[in-house]
């Protein structure tokens, strides 16, 4: 692999100026943030970039390695650091971080994950640490769009196990991981971002 095999996600270049308004405020006093689910690289680069008081640990599955390493390699940025290897079902999993980020992940892994990924937020994350959530959701069981219904659709003719989730589902396990909703944020193109804060 060289740089010109860099991967790249057309969504995460549209996307990542909105998030980063968000976590600017979410994340304005975390230290150490670790990204769940770093995907291309991209998010991790631009992020680190903007936020320069911040440590970040990128994340995936081992075969996602390769392309993260690209962009790290070409971005030298001091704060950001080579991907280690997570999946959310693992048993023991990286410690020490006052803030987790993930975004696309939710709707892609099967529904067990996310019941895991969430719990193992809730147990590594200090009291007051932060999680910001981005992604498509539905809300009383609609979609909010009919692009995200057409998504939905494709998402389970690609894999019968994905699919974009209820929030409600999701709060009620995130409230069971002792992380609460602070604010619900609408972003474009019929995405959310959702900012947890850990209580006790």
Request: aromatic letters at 10%; hydrophobic letters at 40%; a negative charge.
């Amino acid at each position: 692999m060289n740089n010109l095999d860099k991967p790249f996600s057309q969504a995460c270049e549209n996307n990542k100026t909105p998030i980063l308004e968000v976590l600017r405020q979410a994340f304005r006093d975390r230290t150490r943030v670790l990204e769940i689910g770093s995907g291309t690289g991209q998010h991790a680069v631009h992020f680190a970039a903007e936020l320069s008081h911040l440590e970040w640990q990128t994340s995936d599955l081992a075969e996602n390695h390769p392309g993260i390493q690209l962009w790290l390699a070409e971005a030298q940025l001091p704060n950001l650091y080579p991907p280690i290897e997570l999946d959310v079902t693992q048993r023991h999993w990286p410690q020490g971080f006052d803030a987790v980020f993930t975004a696309n992940t939710t709707h892609i892994m099967p529904w067990e994950a996310v019941i895991e990924m969430i719990g193992r937020i809730g147990e590594a994350l200090p009291e007051g640490g932060r999680f910001c959530q981005y992604g498509p959701f539905n809300y009383g069981g609609r979609y909010t769009s009919e692009s995200n219904a057409r998504f939905d659709i494709w998402l389970k003719q690609v894999e019968p196990s994905q699919g974009i989730r209820d929030f409600e589902a999701v709060e009620t396990l995130a409230r069971q991981a002792g992380l609460e909703l602070l604010a619900d944020h609408e972003l474009p193109a019929n995405n959310r971002l959702l900012e947890w804060i850990k209580r006790r």
